[in-house]
């Protein structure tokens, strides 16, 4: 008797159950009274570990990590899921769950990936490269990475019409927010010139600028070529194609863009006047930031082998 109470002691309460239930006790009630001299254990427990024992189901109690979170997600399927989400783009934890064939549920996956540092946000799209223009990319980096941009410009042109807001917001559990928008916006095209140091384009100082645009067909075409001829202005004439994470004027439009959401213009007189107000917020001291971004843009691209970077 002492021998086989020492070998139910060194059971856990799971094994002692099915112990007993096995050696022809069937009833919950006396399977707890005589597991219960041994550990603390609840009839209710007992009930649950029995019912799983009649359907088959694996008593063995889940893996937990030291923040006590329930492992259900096994070291092989985290593995899959890793690899799954290497390859792809949009993906959401029901897509997850379907593709890796889990049988966790959403809010285990969700907190999985809030554990590996996941974040749920909005995909940023990007231009699709191809091999020539990221060789391309790599070329122009490369030459252009130590230019002298004291006396360099960046142009290009915006779209900004009215009725833009954020596409993420807070608001109160269960609330949606309508916010009316027809369903053509107006928009109002502009052009704008960034340097290092802002200062107004004198005459006789164009000669000596080096420009820096993209090949938008309106750069490239030959009444705006034969025009930069003609005044003998310096232009870089190999921009890579597909390349706006290059062109810092690009967070100039960001920049501008996110203060005129706070605006929320309704018409073009409104729009306009926004987009007056809040040029007038971009500072000498943002314009430089940007414009000393330009070798670290150019290293990234270099080490990136071509593809788009984070700009």
């Given at each position: 008797m002492k021998s086989s109470s020492?070998?139910?002691k060194s059971l856990s309460k799971e094994q002692r159950i099915l112990s007993l239930y096995?050696?022809?006790?069937?009833?919950?009630?006396?399977?707890?009274?005589?597991?219960?001299?041994?550990?603390?254990?609840?009839?209710?427990?007992?009930?649950?570990?029995?019912?799983?024992?009649?359907?088959?189901?694996?008593?063995?109690?889940?893996?937990?990590?030291d923040k006590g979170i329930v492992k259900s997600i096994s070291k092989p399927q985290q593995q899959k899921i890793k690899k799954f989400m290497s390859k792809q783009h949009k993906i959401t934890a029901s897509i997850i769950k379907k593709k890796?064939?889990?049988?966790?549920?959403?809010?285990?996956?969700?907190?999985?990936?809030?554990?590996?540092?996941?974040?749920?946000?909005?995909?940023?799209?990007?231009p699709i490269l191809t091999e020539v223009q990221k060789k391309n990319r790599v070329y122009f980096?490369?030459?252009?990475?130590?230019?002298?941009?004291?006396?360099?410009?960046?142009?290009?042109?915006?779209?900004?019409?009215?009725?833009?807001?954020?596409?993420?917001?807070?608001?109160?559990?269960?609330?949606?927010?309508?916010?009316?928008?027809?369903?053509?916006?107006?928009?109002?095209?502009?052009?704008?010139?960034?340097?290092?140091?802002?200062t107004k384009m004198e005459r006789n100082k164009i000669k000596k600028i080096l420009l820096f645009q993209d090949k938008d067909p309106k750069h490239t075409a030959s009444i705006s070529t034969n025009f930069l001829k003609d005044n003998k202005i310096n232009w870089v004439s190999d921009w890579p194609a597909n390349s706006p994470d290059l062109n810092p004027i690009e967070n100039v439009w960001h920049y501008l863009k996110s203060k005129i959401q706070e605006d929320f213009p309704t018409n073009k007189n409104t729009l306009i006047n926004s987009i007056k107000k809040q040029w007038k917020t971009v500072t000498p001291e943002l314009c430089q930031k940007y414009m000393?971004?330009?070798?670290?843009?150019?290293?990234?691209?270099?080490?990136?082998?071509?593809?788009?970077?984070n700009y």
């Open positions: 020492n070998n139910i096995q050696s022809g006790i069937k009833d919950a009630t006396k399977i707890h009274r005589l597991v219960k001299r041994v550990c603390k254990i609840s009839i209710s427990t007992v009930y649950r570990i029995i019912n799983k024992i009649k359907l088959g189901q694996p008593l063995q109690r889940k893996e937990r990590d890796v064939k889990l049988e966790a549920s959403l809010s285990t996956i969700k907190r999985y990936l809030k554990r590996e540092e996941y974040i749920y946000s909005k995909i940023c799209t990007v980096c490369e030459k252009h990475k130590k230019d002298n941009l004291k006396d360099a410009v960046f142009v290009d042109e915006c779209s900004i019409e009215t009725y833009t807001s954020s596409k993420k917001t807070w608001m109160k559990k269960g609330q949606i927010q309508h916010v009316p928008k027809p369903k053509h916006p107006l928009k109002v095209h502009i052009w704008g010139d960034f340097k290092e140091e802002p000393n971004s330009w070798e670290k843009r150019c290293e990234e691209v270099i080490q990136n082998k071509g593809n788009t970077i």
